[in-house]
């Protein structure tokens, strides 16, 4: 048994230096006009990013607005399999299954309804995991805001893939 | 001044742009900030994202100072009375904006203590998802919200011309 | 007082039989390095008191009281005691079974203060009443509320509604004044609502003159019901609910949850994984001291650093993005490793990081630290002696600064925190000062460790390959049938955690971040029962401030850093 490595913090009683309070008060406007000045004048790093105009370098990663992706013949890569459904945390997503009458075997199925309510939805990527033919995706589009609720859940028109994949701002993806 | 077809006159209508102009440029957020949201919203404040370029820097934590309250974070049973007296205490127009999931829906929080939407008991202007939304998007929803109300589209502006209140389910 | 370090994460203690015969029922040794005690309630407190008071098991800190409802058993819950020993370093967790129709045990108040409101909360969750508390009442729920939430026959969405006419102040607050004096004394109501108390705190004083004679708090304002949530949801989903526990630090309690589950399943996250974590935790615990800090400055008209503090904090967020794709609430830890491996550019990133971060540091330190005024304001306030802290069952920077070393890195390491080289800040006066000091001093040490880590960044998988636990990789899911066959039952079934039961504790950034996790071999929880550093830090609130000024009140609470989403979960 050692004892842990310590190191002690306390300062003891203010030195006659600290008690008479010009110079740290010298020293501190010292760090504030530094700044300044530097912001001012000098190498234009200032912190400030003029969004909307500007916008800074998402991430690759960023869990935005979702998108269903789709085949090369426009139709989606969904197959209502409902993995992601359960694996949301949210319980934000509602889809219903029917039969797709255009797949070469029988069973084979696609959403009929798949509704994602964004106000529930608190973008932890689960669906995305945990989604086995990559049908659903994360854009980087998260500046979003709603004046109603019913506006808010987002239905298969207005997630679907709008042209090829390269365009789309993308977010969070299966493997990167 | 109202005209006789119900239509207001050339008068009033300046009259309401000009205030819609001037209240939209200088809102004064209460930020109702409880949980990870607010850690947010501070992000919005300082200088990285800098609300002040949108002339709502000026951030009030007393109700009767501000015109828009900004809901940050889960709102609990428990909270619902404090948030409806602080609401109540706002002077008009006051304007909401809800940011969050568990503010506007209750988030993945469909539990025994969250309120599943502010919008059970104050009328809510914009919403903004996302948990916690970016800054980026609690900005968005502030021009939204200033949009609005150039265009006089809030709750407050259909209250006072008497059309329906669509969001307060309940009171 | 010294604190030791083992090399197992905990020791065995002697049990030379320091218990009466026939008080306790059974003996146990966990898997996690507990050592599990079975009393009945009638000797209870006999056990509980020998337990603190015999030199050989000296059991100081209380980390924990908690309920657990086993419906099918004929003895329907169990109260548990989470006790440690910071000299010795062993664990005890002491298990109390009780019947539905009396659930009585006495109070524990008067050995550890620290039970006090980990008691009430257990009777507001399980309606356990304990014998002799001072003031048994709901804590997190509110005063409309019925029923008792995580009995496992409560429905989890079961609202009560609130009404203002409800609400009420503390009982004392509208008592009649005692007729002591010529002065009146006032009640005052700080919070929830208040710019100082960040959110949901809510603190009833009275005062005389200027000084507070007494005080109370109230909190409950942000319960989420995490606990009942979990219990709804499978173990992975839990993920990134413990972000929102700490969202200042969401990735540290994301590590804990994954460890203390990894702990039953009996596997260990890749070493890449381990040091990963171990860089984001620390990177974290920066950022969480520093909007601690930031803040309190705020409070006490410091708006400046809250600016610098503030950058720090961005430049870690855009790792994080790049690293999770989150910003605040990460959900970057997986129970078995991490969500993904890292961005290429990860190396360099971070060691930028480690660049510009001392700068704003240094810059603080320049405005606050030799600053005269702050240190009158904040020198000698809100003193609390090591003791007293630890009988209130404080861990964490504000422990250590009133002089206990105590540091679960340390004194238990995990995760491999025993090969960094980094020392445990230490201040000896205890006051809003020192506090303030040890989290400076944290933040560099935090430093210390990142850049260890970075040196020694091993390359490799970042999550297990044991298919029952993660989720197999996405190229071998797309292409072959038994993969799929793994991620559809991971997905609809969940992990298969052995029945069994465990206590991990991490150091969170404000102190020993506990998890109690029950399994009953199901693929969701059977209940999750968090140590929240803040609760017990809170609840000696009130008892500080006796005697104080209503802006002491304020410098105070900054310094403690409590954190709504932990506190009330």
Redesign the interface.
Known sequence: MKNVATVNVDRGPIPWTERIYLGPIVRGLGVTLRHFLRNVFGKRDVATIEWPEVKRQYSERLRGRHILTTKDDGSLRCVACYMCETACPANCITIVAEEDPEAPVEWEKRPLLYEIDLLRCVFCGFCVDACPKEAIIMSRQHEMAFSERSEAVVGIEELRQKGPIEDEDLGYRPYF | MRQPDGSSSFLTTRVDAMLGWVRKNSLWPLP?????C???F??VV?????LS?FGAEVVR?SPRQADLMIVA??I???????V???YEQMAEPRYVISMG??A???????????VQ?V?EFIPV??????????P??L???I???QD?IQNG?TQHDRLKHGKPD??ATAG | MTVSSTESPTQRPPLADPFPEGSVAAVEQAADGHTVLTVDRSHLLDVLRRLREKPELACDLLADVCGVDYPDREQRFDVVYHLGSLEHGHRFRVKVPLGEDDPVVPSAVGIWKAADWFEREAFDMFGIRFQGHPDLRRILTHEAFHGHPLRKDYDPSQRWLLTEKDTMAPRWATEDQPDDEHMDTVVLNLGPSHPATHGTLRTVVRLDGEHIVKAECEIGYLHRCFEKMSETHGWQQVIPYTDRLNYCSSMINGVGFALTVEKMLGIEAPPRAQVVRVILSELSRIMDHAVCLGANLVDLGALTNFWYFFQIREEIYGLLEKCAGGRLTVSYARIGGLAHDVPADFEDEVRKLLDSIPKFLDDVETLVTTNRIFRDRTEGVGVISGEEALAWGWTGPCLRASGIPYDVRKAHPYMGYENYDFEVPVATTGDTYARYLVRMEEMRQSLRIVRQALDNLPDGPVITDDHHVALPPKEKVYTEMESLIWHFKLIFEGIPVPAGEAYGFTEGANGELGYYVVSDGGGKPHRIKVRPPCFAIYQAFPKILEGLMIPDAIAILGSLNIIAGELDR
């Open positions: 109702f900030g409880t949980a990870c607010a850690i947010e501070m992000s300082s200088s990285h994202y800098d370029r934590f974070g889960t609990t049973d428990k909270m619902a009375p404090v409806k007296r602080i999931a568990c506007c829906t209750g988030g993945f929080y469909r539990a025994y203590h969250v939407g919008d202007d914009v919403y903004v998802p996302g948990c916690p939304p970016t980026e998007a900005m968005h929803g021009l939204k919200l609005m589209e669509t969001t």
